[in-house]
């Protein structure tokens, strides 16, 4: 009898083990931010590559995130990794950061590998130290403060408008703020500033519908293409069941723009779409939109014709 315990707790330390080790296996660690503060104002942040499609920063200064939002920083710039560069990285700028030593950055990254697949890295910090000046060189704690904002000298030839980019004002009449041409030779269907949205659409519209990744968006002769897919390619007689995308889920989670569950003759959305949005890495306020787009004709297609 007591070999035959000594067996069976072998057996579980085998399994136990195994199972460790599968998980250790799927286990990727998101890699470190490395941040700079630039005399005499602006913020540099390094993210390294690990084969991403797209990263995103997102933070504020000495003002923890309560949520996964879009914080206050002005990450305008974003470098993406050369491919023939030996030490890839992203890079973020902020110009307009005013920071202080001793001040705190909050902030959360999340960033889409080339199969569409999500990471987050959640509620970290960043605390000033130093300052390093706009070529990279370390700022001396003993050299005098510049008096002169070197970024407030007006340009002679701006005519001031009223628009407002990424909370920045003083935005010169005719100035083109934001273009794409979606002119990327195959690559996936978001870039440093588009973000695919995964989630049960709700209000106002309610489309009957789920906006997902993969065969749902894509590129064909420099286009962006949005193509509705029967939801049931997913998983068949998924329409009856419950459909949770709280994993990757872009939405409010632990509501029903995350997971829901079919009941009586309320089924699951019957179809799957994509959208992007710049929500997160661009915005505006006054100004015109041209948008170049072939339509389709058919049910349930918004707008209808």
């Given at each position: 009898m007591k070999n035959f315990n000594n067996i069976v707790c072998l057996l579980c330390l085998v399994l136990i083990s195994s199972v460790c080790s599968k998980k250790n296996k799927t286990l990727r660690l998101f890699p470190k931010a490395r941040f700079e503060a630039i005399y005499p104002r602006g913020l540099r942040v390094f993210i390294p590559d690990e084969n991403f499609a797209l990263v995103n920063i997102f933070g504020q200064i000495n003002e923890p995130m309560t949520d996964l939002g879009p914080g206050h920083l002005r990450m305008c710039e974003i470098t993406a990794p050369a491919n023939?560069?030996?030490?890839?990285?992203?890079?973020?700028?902020?110009?307009t950061a005013r920071l202080k030593l001793g001040d705190n950055i909050y902030y959360w990254v999340r960033a889409y590998t080339w199969q569409g697949t999500p990471m987050r890295n959640n509620n970290q910090r960043f605390r000033v130290s130093g300052f390093v000046y706009e070529d990279g060189n370390y700022r001396s704690e003993d050299e005098p403060d510049l008096i002169a904002d070197i970024g407030s000298c007006p340009?002679?030839?701006?005519?001031?408008?009223?628009?407002v980019v990424q909370g920045i004002q003083s935005i010169c009449k005719g100035t083109l703020l934001f273009n794409d041409n979606f002119n990327h030779n195959g690559r996936p269907s978001y870039d440093r500033f588009w973000t695919p949205e995964i989630m049960f659409p709700e209000g106002p519209d309610h489309p009957f519908n789920v906006y997902t990744t993969g065969d749902t968006v894509g590129f064909e002769e420099e286009t962006l293409v949005f193509r509705p897919v029967p939801l049931e390619t997913y998983r068949q007689g998924v329409l009856f069941e419950q459909?949770?995308?709280s994993t990757t889920c872009t939405g409010r989670l632990d509501t029903t723009e995350c997971e829901r569950k079919s009941f009586g003759a309320n089924i699951l959305p019957p179809a799957k779409t994509a959208k992007i949005t710049t929500k997160r890495t661009f915005n505006f306020k006054y100004g015109r939109v041209e948008v170049r787009a072939k339509l389709p004709s058919g049910k349930w297609l918004v707008p209808d014709k």
């Open positions: 023939d560069s030996l030490n890839k990285e992203w890079v973020f700028r902020d110009r340009d002679p030839d701006c005519e001031a408008s009223d628009t459909l949770d995308l």
